[in-house]
């Protein structure tokens, strides 16, 4: 098939954007989209152009690099796909493609489509773990855990922090992301100790990191490529009132 | 060179117990004084971080990732064996130590199996009390389910994510010590040379990705914890960023690598699909539990599965091995699927697929059983190839995996420089040549999380206190070197693509150092690989400069050292000449067509020695002693 790419260009952080836009010929269906975009890169080298530069590594949907905004939506049209997963057998013959970064002002843009997503490694670093150190802990069948309970803490586990529910969001909040590891470890007896500091601490970094509010649209759970559902939000908003209720917690 | 493994006296079961209480400690109030630098975030770099961190010491981790959370490990998918016992079914220590010496083809060091064996216990101790939420049985305690051709379930699951949920474990312990400020992350930050003093491990060079500034990183000691070198093959189930550089340029610097040409081939890969393809997708070894692998009697047949009835479907692995079936060891497995495409009974559009095949399992099971086993699985399955497993056979072909190879380390990890440290896939120590499913996680956090963690402090309690700065006269000429390859591959703006090299060389290996190798073929391959080499010197086009988030620059260093490594492990390959485990030289087979091992002359870790640009490499060998088990012929009939 015959394609039109828009593509956003922008050379690093400090300088200005624009669109740029791209004709490839000769994509094949059974190709993923960013094998299309191996095969343009190529041309632009060959070409002595600077490829279009775009996070990538697993190409298998589970590192969460990739992180490409398709025709106005996080990870392209697909639902429960990220933009690795997508295959050229999603467009047709003839269509014109959009693609541009995440854009929210906590993810600022490093060159082209690549960002900054930092600032999700630090709400971790605020107390997205449970406090135990190597060795020293109890044989792994002294804590009994409801199949029931850690198969919903698993549900909250398999975020790969892409950033798309930033990205899908209006308000550009990380809620979800956040939500999705209160909710593992609140979920489990492990995380029981620290459970209110830690819900404190991880809002306040999100916070302090310049995310937007959440105003319920469920764009983000929508648009997650593994299907974090919105009920973490509704339990991390439980979590966070009850902790803030009775703040023994923060100094 | 003589090759000390540092192997402890007395019997096998207690080495490491003893070894833990012979070696030396770092005075707790010393060990904030101690700086240690960590190459790699995934399992094997994220759980020795965090544990050393918690020890005291200071950690400066790297990664070429934007997060450390991004590694390769994330994308592990069937399990991680571990000794419990918990299903009352004959396993133990010494269980899991047999299985993945015989596994290995005898190929690895006793002790270090067994240690790692032991430590297995611990792992999954260790996960839980983290939070990783491994799959339960309804009264709560864990699950377990047998994988790669182990009789017995020591698998512990995340569903197929395993590999993400023990990572995200180690991240958030990794993360904890950042928060405490004992370990500082260096994201987007890629090795590019180690730096010796007085012979000793002091420090790195690194290329800032998003700037492209060298800088100079001082530290007591250095661990590599950075992955395997598949992607020499170009595809591969690997990231398409695992790459062999900081081994490699650790390698120039004076360490060896030991056994490079053993590499595994996964049987159960989606095929590839044309030439535009970038990697090739696994599919957990654990279908195998389930599906059936088959391919059709005749030569040709095009029919559709569907339309093909039972008796004329060769079930080759049930009909060769009768006692383990589908559940053959991934090299048997790969060799066999292969002959079948040799035959001309590959199936698909390009005759190179075998069927692996659900039918039997859902008809017994239910389908939602095997939903629940393999949902995602064949989610991923159908969304790369547009097609439904529940319905149609899956079509696999096998491909390249992991490197059982890497840099060769003694007992304690250490290299033979002193002060640097292999961990993980990085390293050659506990896989022989051949690891089993579910063991390189296993490895992975037994080395960072409970084997470095105390081998590290008898180096560090036995090398002077004080710091070496990084404007040190050695630290400049790594940084100069580095700068000049660099300007050498900027200045080149020759025609040709970095990938087309590098889709060139994967060609060469895997058609001659892949699943079959020769005499021949592996001489003709050495020489293509040199012109290649030539080539890519003169006539590459990195474009861009240095100075900018370049990913071309990037691609190009990663390459240039692939195009080292081919030919070291086509002289390896050479050189072995007998077949062991996934290094398969066709003039030595049985006449069953199986591997045929000579113990007598090469029972031993080929660890090589660089000597000088397009020199020949030295070989030393370290002589492998089985004292508790006897060496057999491999048999899965
Ligand atoms: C698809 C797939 C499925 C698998 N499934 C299983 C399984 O079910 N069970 C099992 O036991 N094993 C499995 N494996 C194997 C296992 O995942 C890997 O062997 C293991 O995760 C390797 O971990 P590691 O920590 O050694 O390296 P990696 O996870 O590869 O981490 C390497 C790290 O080093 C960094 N790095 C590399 N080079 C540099 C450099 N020059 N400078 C700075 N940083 C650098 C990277 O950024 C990264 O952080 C699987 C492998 C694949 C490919
Ligand atoms: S590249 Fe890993 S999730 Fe897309």
Redesign the interface.
């Known amino acids: 098939m015959n394609l039109t790419l828009d593509i956003w260009r922008q ?2 952080t400090d300088t200005k954007g624009a669109f740029k836009t791209y004709a490839i010929s000769n994509i ?1 269906e ?3 989209f ?2 299309m975009l ?2 343009l890169n ?1 041309q632009l ?2 070409k ?4 279009v ?1 775009f ?11 990739c992180n490409l905004f398709i025709n106005g939506r996080a990870h392209g049209p697909n639902i429960k ?1 990220a933009a690795c ?1 997508l ?1 050229m ?1 999603s467009f047709s013959d003839g269509d014109n493609i959009t693609i541009e970064p995440w854009r929210a002002s906590a993810f600022p843009v ?2 082209d489509l ?1 960002v ?3 600032a ?2 630090r709400i ?12 020293g ?5 002294e ?5 029931v309970k ?2 919903q ?2 549900d909250s ?2 975020c ?2 892409c950033g798309a529910c930033v990205a899908a969001c209006k308000n550009a909040s990380a809620m979800l992301f956040v939500s999705a590891k209160v909710s ?2 609140a979920l ?1 007896p ?2 029981q100790v620290e459970r209110k500091t830690r819900v404190e601490r991880m809002v306040a970094q999100m916070d302090a990191e310049g995310f937007g509010a959440c105003t319920n649209t469920g764009a983000c759970s929508i648009e997650c490529p593994v299907g974090i559902s919105q009920d973490n939000i509704a339990r991390m908003n439980r979590e966070y009132y009850s902790a803030k209720a009775k703040s023994d917690n923060l100094e | 060179m003589l090759l000390n493994s540092k192997i402890p006296e007395g019997p096998l079961t207690d080495k490491w117990t003893k070894h833990k209480f012979n070696i030396k400690l770092v005075n707790p109030a010393n060990k904030r004084k101690y700086d240690i630098i960590v190459v790699g975030t995934g399992l094997a770099g994220a759980s020795a971080s965090a544990s050393l961190a918690e020890l005291g010491y200071n950690v400066k981790a790297f990664c070429f990732h934007d997060s450390p959370r991004r590694a390769h490990s994330i994308a592990a998918q069937g399990g991680i064996n571990a000794a419990k016992n918990y299903q009352n079914d004959g396993d133990s220590v010494f269980r899991l130590f047999y299985d993945t010496i015989k596994g290995g083809d005898y190929r690895s060091r006793e002790a270090n199996v067994y240690r790692l064996a032991q430590v297995s216990v611990n792992i999954i101790d260790q996960c839980v009390a983290q939070g990783v939420p491994f799959a339960r049985e309804y009264g709560g305690l864990l699950a377990n389910r047998s994988f790669g051709g182990a009789q017995v379930s020591r698998t512990f699951y995340a569903r197929g994510q395993t590999g993400q949920q023990l990572l995200l474990g180690a991240y958030s312990a990794l993360s904890r010590q950042v928060a405490n400020g004992k370990v500082q992350i260096f994201p987007r930050t890629e090795m590019l040379d180690l730096v010796k003093i007085d012979g000793k491990a002091r420090g790195i060079v690194t290329r800032n990705l998003i700037t492209g500034k060298i800088e100079s990183h001082s530290a007591h000691a250095v661990i590599l914890a950075t992955g395997g070198y598949g992607n020499v093959f170009f595809l591969s189930t690997n990231a398409m960023g695992s790459n062999t550089t900081a081994a490699w340029r650790a390698h120039k610097r004076g360490a060896l690598f030991a056994n490079p040409c053993f590499t595994q081939i996964h049987p159960t890969c989606i095929p590839v699909s044309g030439d535009h393809q970038s990697k090739l997708t696994l599919m957990s070894e654990s279908l195998r539990n389930d599906g059936r692998v088959w391919v059709p009697k005749a030569k040709g047949d095009k029919r559709k599965a569907k339309d093909i009835p039972d008796n004329e479907r060769d079930y080759f692995l049930e009909r060769k091995y009768p006692s383990f079936g589908n559940l053959v060891p991934r090299d048997v497995a790969s060799r066999n699927a292969k002959e079948a495409c040799d035959e001309g009974r590959g199936v698909g559009p390009t005759g190179l697929a075998v069927y692996l095949d659900f039918r039997d399992a859902i008809q017994r099971d239910g389908k939602n059983t095997i939903e629940a086993k393999y949902g995602n699985l064949f989610e991923m399955y159908e969304k790369i190839t547009g097609q439904n497993p529940y319905e149609m056979p899956m079509m696999i072909y096998p491909a390249i995996h992991y490197t059982m190879g890497g840099l060769w380390v003694d007992y304690n990890l250490m290299t033979n420089i002193p002060g640097l440290y292999a961990t993980g896939e990085c390293n050659f120590s506990d896989h022989g040549a051949n690891r089993l499913g579910a063991s390189a996680l296993m490895q992975g956090l037994a080395d960072g999380y409970f084997v470095i963690s105390y081998t590290i402090g008898d180096y560090l309690a036995s090398i002077p206190i004080e710091r070496i700065n990084n404007d040190h006269p050695a630290f400049k000429e790594a940084e100069a070197n580095v700068a000049g390859i660099i300007t050498k591959l900027l200045i080149i703006k020759g025609t040709r693509t970095v990938d087309s090299f590098h889709k060139e060389l994967g060609k060469v290996m895997w058609d001659y150092c892949g699943m079959a190798r020769n005499a021949k073929g592996l001489k003709f391959a050495k020489e293509k690989i040199r012109e290649i080499r030539a080539e890519f010197w003169n006539n590459v086009n990195v474009v861009g400069e240095n100075e900018e988030l370049n990913q071309t620059l990037e691609k190009a260093l990663r390459v240039s050292d692939f195009l080292e490594l081919g030919e070291l492990m086509i002289d390896d390959a050479l050189n072995r000449e007998e077949s062991c485990g996934g290094h398969f030289r066709e003039e030595y087979q049985t006449e069953e067509g199986e591997a045929k091992r000579d113990d007598e002359n090469f029972s031993y870790v080929a660890a090589w020695e660089y000597t000088g640009d397009n020199q020949p490499e030295a070989l030393h060998k370290e002589a492998l002693e089985f004292e508790n088990v006897k060496l057999t012929q491999r048999s899965y009939k």
Request: hydrophobic share 30%; proline share 4%.
């Open positions: 050379k690093n094949s059974d190709m993923s960013l094998e191996d095969v190529e080298v060959e002595g152009e600077d490829p530069h996070d990538h590594d697993c190409r298998e949907g589970i590192c969460g690099s796909t997963q295959h057998r490093i060159k690549v900054n997503r930092g999700f490694d971790i670093q605020a107390g997205g773990y449970v406090s135990v150190n190597t060795g802990v109890p044989d792994a069948n804590i009994p855990i409801s199949k850690a198969d803490a698993f586990a398999t790969i922090a593992q470890l489990l492990q995380g």
